[in-house]
C-alpha cells in the first residue's frame, strides 16, 4: 500500500506489472502509481508479507524511476531476507 501524501492508504495492483513499484496501478483510483506519487514526494508504504500478515511501515521517497528510504528503521522483514530482497527490488533500492 502507499498513502496519497495526506495519509491515505491506498491499495496497489501490481499483478500485471514489470516488477517495479512505479509501474503499478493505484487500485481504487484505477491511476497508474508514477502518475499518483509525483517526483521527490514522501510516502509511507506499507508492506504486508502474507504468511504472517503483518505490515510493516516505512518512508520512502521517489526519486526519478526508484525509491530511497528516507529511514532505515524499520528493518524490512528481517527473519526473511528473500522478502526483503524482493521488496526491495520492487522498490527500485537494488542497484543495477
Known amino acids: 500500500m502507499l498513502d496519497d501524501g495526506h495519509g491515505k492508504p491506498y491499495l496497489l495492483d501490481g499483478s500485471e506489472t514489470s516488477g517495479l513499484i ?3 496501478v493505484v487500485r481504487d483510483l ?3 502509481v508514477q502518475d ?3 517526483d521527490v514526494a514522501e510516502r509511507e508504504a506499507t508492506f504486508l508479507y502474507s504468511a504472517c500478515g503483518c505490515p510493516v511501515k ?3 521517497r521517489r526519486v526519478g524511476e526508484k525509491s530511497v528510504r528516507v ?3 524499520p528493518v524490512i522483514f528481517p527473519d526473511d531476507p528473500a ?3 524482493t521488496i526491495a527490488q ?3 533500492w537494488n542497484e543495477p
Request: proline share 10%.
Open 71 to 73: 529511514k532505515e528503521l
Open 36 to 38: 499518483f506519487w509525483p
Open 30 to 32: 484505477a491511476l497508474p
Open 22 to 24: 512505479l509501474d503499478a
Open 58 to 60: 516505512a518512508v520512502v
Open 83 to 85: 522478502v526483503a530482497a
Open 90 to 92: 520492487l522498490m527500485g
